[in-house]
């Protein structure tokens, strides 16, 4: 027996009662066309029935329980195969499996392999659940995980599992997983706000100094702009000022929440706030400097300038704050201010002449009386009398002196023509009249040792018994004495009491020298204690001088050698900062940004760990240490910025060659293919494109590559458009030979048929391009002599429409469905069973024999390339809606490269 009977044998005649296979069709002779090529020959009967039997079986599986049966009952192996390939009901294909083992090995092959990929299939579905469900727990254990270094790029890599598994999860799912990515986001958000706020405060920080350096500035300013102001104030300037005042208050405390101030700058700020103050009280009280100043530049009378004198030095007294920036109004209000003293120096230093000279007259005078040389105290007198016209008017106790001279004068005359007795009741009643006078103490003192000294003066030369007298003179000045006394002892018990107070400051400071540790001193402590036991020292006075030189000189001596100590402290904390100042000011030099600021970091931490300096270089040298790290800060700055303009300039670029390739992508035609050339010179500029963060290089990189799809989509068309454009005129040019050759068929006259040749020739000629092998076969029907047998041109076409209908899937006329189950049944003894659809090569070589078949009439030949056609239309669309097969992916710069290439 053949293998075309082994194959194709007739099924066994039913048993008598025994039914058909439900949809089975009794088998009928197929209807033989007079075009279709003659059958086989098999050599028998038998086997002549055998070939033709298949074909209504086949036909017969038309649902999936008649394919169950037939893949189990099956007459042939080759009808139980189409049948297993025809089940698809995976419960159906796990049955057969079980039945089938064992048995048709074919068949059975067929239905595991479908099992297999079933399973393999669902465990796939299973695996991409249970990744779903893994992923799930991972997204919500990272919501809960606290930030570190990997949060984010945890969070990214479990972002793009997800976006791989999104499109195979159910709804509630994937709001579960946005749910947790969302939260995650808002942590890595958080984090950020964070980060960004630390900055912020540590920002604060840094910046605490230059603050409360602006505010010392703002507040000199100030103080300059109130010295500074012309003519009369506005009135509403101490309110203004006091809101001022308050504001830079404000930021001083403000900077303090992040940085204490040291107590230099909290000292200078206090004094500055004050003196802005009192300043503006005293101009909204008195006027402008230059106000006060006229006072001085016109006359006026002493008194008056005295105190405005005093009102105008307390004003100016703040303008010590501003150093040599004092405005040219307070400096001319100054000089007026000391001219005007050194005017009433000199008239003081004439007139203090004038009072020495008379008081010296005045003690003559006195001595002379004393002495009983009346006459010569007469010419004292005189000769003061002629000094007090030319001088100056005498100071009042000048002027008392004078008096009591006079009176003695007078005493002296009354007690040489009278007796010295009433004189001496007058000084008694005087000497009485002081007990209880409550006067000033000092006064009080004066007063009555000059009621004695008049007593000791009368009583010289005096006649008589006067102890009596003196008795009571002299218990009168002892009574009023007592509260002389009193304030006198407690004068002295002050003294004293100061003096006991430097002696124990004294000890309290050797005690402190003696207590320090001077391998490892604390400087800072050392100069608050010189500068406050100082301070303390000169505020325990009065003491008695001879008693205390002697502490006087030993506190010298003590803070003589702690200041030395200190200023050796100094001069080295001074070294060390201008080396730190050197180094800074290297920095500069330094071509990483980065390392520069660590650097300058590391050196302003070394600076707050130097040891103090004095006031006068502290500010000198930090504003030079400053003024370096500040550079450095910069230059870092400036190089931050340099860099965010080269990202920005690259995603620019990279945006501008996406834009660029989605142009392209969006033309069609003839643009197309010229703009083609410029793809590979664009991926290259994109490739060489670098220093983008990540997120941006994605997301440009996706859009870059989209585009480029695209365009090579639009390319992949318009050769498709132009290969079927070459089909077209391939078709045309055989229309344009079947005409000649009919015309040579039907005898036509011979100019007609030179005509059709001349018009398929230059058809010919006008053409370019050709499929391959087409001009050729063309060329070869133009050069025949005879159209050929138009019955079997007719029966080639018919069949290669069927052929085409049967590779591409599409129904076939009632009249030649004869034609195609036979074309089936030779096709499937061909394949040995293995379908398959049509592809490129066959669709094209069909085609050629199209374009090489003889030719047929007109109206037949269209009703055939109608068909024709629409199955070629339809496998361009199957192949147009085919998935693009992706080449393997390459890795590293091979990839780069061959992309480059493109």
């Given at each position: ?88 009901d995976p419960a159906n294909i796990r049955q057969l499996v079980r039945e089938l083992r064992g048995k048709d090995k074919n068949v ?405 020298e003696a207590a320090q540790d001077w391998e490892h001193p604390d400087w800072r402590e050392v100069a608050r204690a010189l500068r ?371």
């Amino acid at each position: 027996m053949t293998l075309f009977s082994r194959l194709f044998r007739q099924s066994p005649s039913p048993q008598p009662g025994k039914e058909p296979v439900p949809g089975s069709k009794k088998e009928a002779a197929p209807v033989q066309d007079s075009a279709a090529p003659a059958a086989p020959d098999v050599g028998n009967d038998e086997a002549a029935a055998a070939a033709v039997t298949p074909a209504p079986v086949i036909e017969s599986i038309d649902d999936e329980a008649s394919a169950c049966r037939l893949a189990v009952e099956g007459s042939t192996t080759s009808v139980r195969q189409m049948a297993a390939e025809a089940v698809t009901d995976p419960a159906n294909i796990r049955q057969l499996v079980r039945e089938l083992r064992g048995k048709d090995k074919n068949v059975y092959r067929i239905l595991k392999g479908k099992a297999d990929a079933l399973l393999a299939q669902e465990r796939q579905v299973e695996k991409i659940q249970a990744d779903i469900v893994h992923l799930c727990a991972a997204l919500e254990r990272h919501s809960h995980w606290p930030y570190d270094a990997m949060y984010l790029p945890t969070l990214e890599h479990l972002e793009e599992q997800w976006q791989e598994l999104v499109a195979h999860a159910d709804a509630p799912t994937v709001q579960t997983a946005e749910t947790y990515l969302e939260l995650c986001r808002e942590a890595v958000a958080r984090e950020v706000r964070k980060q960004a706020s630390h900055a912020a405060h540590e920002a604060a920080i840094a910046g605490a100094d230059v603050q409360r350096q602006n505010v010392l500035q703002e507040l000199r300013k100030g103080l300059a702009e109130l010295y500074a102001i012309e003519g009369p104030a506005d009135p509403e300037l101490q309110a203004a000022m006091a809101k001022r005042l308050s504001h830079f208050a404000g930021r001083w405390e403000q900077a303090g929440q992040y940085k204490p101030a040291d107590s230099a700058d909290a000292a200078a700020y206090e004094a500055l706030h004050q003196a802005t103050d009192n300043l503006c009280g005293l101009i909204a009280q008195h006027g402008t400097v230059s106000q006060q100043a006229e006072a001085f530049r016109e006359p006026a009378a002493d008194a008056e300038l005295a105190a405005q004198a005093q009102t105008l030095r307390s004003t100016l007294k703040a303008s010590a704050h501003l150093g040599d920036s004092v405005p040219s109004a307070a400096s001319e209000a100054a000089a007026a201010l000391q001219a005007w003293e050194q005017s009433r120096a000199e008239e003081n230093a004439a007139a203090a002449h004038a009072v020495r000279q008379t008081g010296s007259l005045i003690a003559k005078a006195g001595a002379a009386l004393k002495s009983g040389a009346t006459a010569r105290a007469m010419g004292l007198r005189r000769a003061i009398e002629e000094k007090l016209g030319a001088a100056p008017p005498m100071p009042p106790h000048i002027l008392r002196q004078l008096e009591q001279l006079d009176a003695r004068l007078n005493e002296l005359r009354d007690w040489k023509d009278y007796a010295v007795a009433p004189k001496r009741v007058e000084l008694i009643a005087q000497m009485e009249a002081l007990v209880g006078a409550g006067d000033d103490p000092g006064e009080l003192a004066r007063r009555i040792k000059a009621l004695q000294e008049e007593w000791k003066t009368i009583s010289k030369g005096g006649a008589g018994d006067a102890q009596e007298e003196w008795e009571r003179f002299h218990a009168a000045s002892q009574e009023a004495f007592k509260p002389c006394r009193e304030y006198f002892e407690a004068q002295a018990k002050l003294r004293q009491e100061n003096l006991e107070k430097r002696r124990a400051l004294l000890a309290r400071l050797e005690a402190f020298e003696a207590a320090q540790d001077w391998e490892h001193p604390d400087w800072r402590e050392v100069a608050r204690a010189l500068r406050e036991s100082r301070r303390e020292w000169y505020s325990h006075t009065p003491t008695d001088r001879a008693a205390g030189r002697a502490l006087q000189e030993s506190f010298d001596a003590l803070t003589a050698r702690l200041q030395e100590k200190l200023d050796g402290e100094y001069a080295g904390n001074v070294k060390q900062k201008k080396s730190l100042i050197a180094r800074a000011q290297k920095l500069l030099a330094e071509e990483d940004g980065r390392k520069a600021v660590d650097d300058v970091k590391r050196l302003q931490q070394l600076w707050k760990e130097t040891g103090p300096v004095e006031r006068k270089d502290d500010r000198r040298l930090w504003e030079e240490f400053r003024g370096h790290c500040d550079a450095v800060f910069g230059k870092r700055q400036q190089q931050y910025a340099e860099h965010s303009a080269q990202i920005d300039a690259q995603r620019a670029r990279g945006a501008q060659i996406c834009e660029e390739v989605e142009k392209l992508a969006a033309l069609s035609g003839q643009q197309l293919q010229e703009s083609a050339q410029q793809l590979g010179q664009l991926r290259e500029e994109f490739v060489a494109i670098d220093t983008l963060p990540a997120a941006v290089e994605r997301e440009l990189r996706g859009r870059f590559e989209e585009g480029m799809e695209r365009c090579g989509q639009g390319l992949a068309r318009q050769r498709t458009e132009e290969e079927e454009q070459r089909w077209q005129r391939l078709l045309q040019a055989a229309n344009l030979a079947r005409a000649g050759e009919l015309a040579k068929a039907a005898g036509a006259d011979e100019t007609v048929r030179q005509t059709l040749q001349q018009d398929a020739e230059t058809f010919i000629a006008s053409v370019q391009h050709w499929p391959k092998g087409g001009l050729q076969i063309i060329q070869a029907r133009l050069a025949k002599d005879d159209a050929g047998d138009l019955a079997a041109n007719e029966a080639a076409l018919r069949m290669l429409c069927i052929r085409a209908e049967v590779a591409t899937d599409t129904p076939t006329p009632e009249a030649d469905q004869g034609l195609r189950r036979q074309y089936q049944v030779q096709r499937l003894v061909e394949v040995m069973g293995q379908g398959g659809g049509a592809d490129a090569a066959e669709i094209s070589a069909m085609t050629l024999e199209w374009v090489g078949a003889g030719p047929v009439s007109d109206e037949l030949y269209t009703q055939l390339l109608e068909r024709f056609e629409r199955c070629r239309a339809k496998w361009r669309e199957q192949s147009q809606a085919a998935p693009p097969q992706r080449p393997a992916k390459r890795s590293g710069r091979r990839r780069e490269r061959s992309a480059a290439r493109v």
